[in-house]
């Protein structure tokens, strides 16, 4: 493992420490961890950039002195971030570096999760107002950051995690959020607490990785291996299948999980057909079975639970905000129709 050194506004690596921790000999610094999306390749701070000192021309700069100085304000002379803590080109270093990134982050005294696309202070005006929270939180519940595969486990290893803006703004933590996080992600508020993700069952667990996204396909199987507790060496080629196949065998050494395992599989190899004109046993519509794609956060079939709904009337497909501009039915409370339209209204005779 790395680290930067914060150096006011400059930054040098360290040597490498060699077993990660924070016990033996070899003892590593306490240090401040970074979450983001990668943008552009070009546009990230590379470990090369950082040797021959020509990261601030990148535009992931930003983010890097925005966290460091977070860090920094904090006591914190360490951080660690990845694309420029790991020498992306060496295998070898590679592999071992996603092996132990769960652990890192793990041990990390703050994680602080850089999000490129919430902005808090209006753009057009620095002395505007700053944006309250119902202005950025439709803004944080659609960010990028909480459809990449990588991001879930950088989510849950860390005790203290805080979210930023790409102003670097404080939003809040892990736990002062943890209510919008659950509604975005469907992960369990115990989770999300810091219960041992070993009492969570093999498909409570996969089930939080639904709809995520990694740049190559074998990295949505590679960034749970922390989740599991497991250790793989890196095929990059094999496949998203054959990767699975690989984390359920480790994951069937693990006595604890064997069970829960051969139950899940069990249940994936029922037979699934439908019959047309069928309803579904889960939500009870037409046109397909329980064991489809369902959504965790609204019950109904299709997408993700990470994709759009609205915290206010917690439907599927659009914003809290197009509710603003929408008649209110004061007989039923929804939205649509005024009261003379609403297909509940009991007709009285003083009408």
Not at 34 to 48: A, K, P, R
Not at 137 to 143: G, L, N
Not at 178 to 202: K, N, P, V, Y
Not at 214 to 233: A, C, H, M, Q, R
Request: charged share 30%; hydrophobic share 30%; net charge negative.
């Amino acid at each position: 493992m790395r680290l930067l050194k914060i150096e006011d506004e400059d930054f040098s690596l360290t040597k490498v420490y060699a077993n990660g921790d924070d016990d033996g000999d070899d003892h590593v610094p306490p240090y401040a961890i970074v979450s983001h999306t990668w943008g552009d390749e070009e546009d990230e701070i590379l470990m090369t950039d950082i040797k021959e000192n020509k990261y601030k021309s990148k535009a992931s700069y930003l983010k890097l002195k925005l966290c460091s100085a977070k860090a920094y304000a904090e006591g914190l002379r360490h951080i660690w971030m990845d694309t420029c803590c790991i020498n992306q080109t060496d295998t070898v270093e590679l592999t071992r570096s996603i092996n132990s990134m769960y652990r890192w982050y793990q041990n990390a005294a703050r994680c602080y999760v850089y999000l490129s696309d919430v902005q808090f202070a209006p753009a057009e005006s620095a002395a505007a107002p700053p944006l309250s929270k119902v202005d950025w939180e439709p803004a944080f519940r659609q960010s990028r950051w909480f459809t990449r595969g990588w991001t879930l486990q950088e989510l849950l290893a860390p005790r203290s995690v805080e979210f930023l803006s790409s102003d670097g703004v404080k939003l809040g933590d892990k736990a002062s959020l943890e209510r919008e996080i659950h509604q975005i992600t469907g992960i369990d508020l115990a989770a999300l607490g810091g219960t041992d993700l070993s009492r969570f069952s093999f498909e409570k667990r996969m089930s939080w990785a639904g709809g995520r996204r990694t740049k190559w396909v074998e990295d949505i199987i590679y960034s749970l291996l922390g989740i599991f507790g497991v250790y793989l060496p890196l095929i990059y080629g094999e496949g998203k299948d054959n990767a699975h196949r690989r984390l359920r065998d480790e994951i069937e050494k693990l006595p604890s999980e064997k069970s829960q395992l051969a139950n899940f599989y069990r249940t994936e190899s029922v037979d699934n057909s439908f019959e047309p004109g069928g309803f579904c046993d889960k939500c009870d519509e037409p046109g397909h079975n329980a064991n489809d794609l369902h959504c965790y956060k609204c019950q109904k079939h299709g997408h993700y639970a990470n994709e759009v709904h609205c915290y206010d009337c917690g439907e599927y497909g659009h914003f809290a905000a197009v509710h603003r501009s929408q008649e209110v039915c004061s007989e039923c409370g929804e939205y649509g129709h005024y009261k003379p339209d609403c297909p509940k209204r009991t007709i009285r005779s003083d009408d």
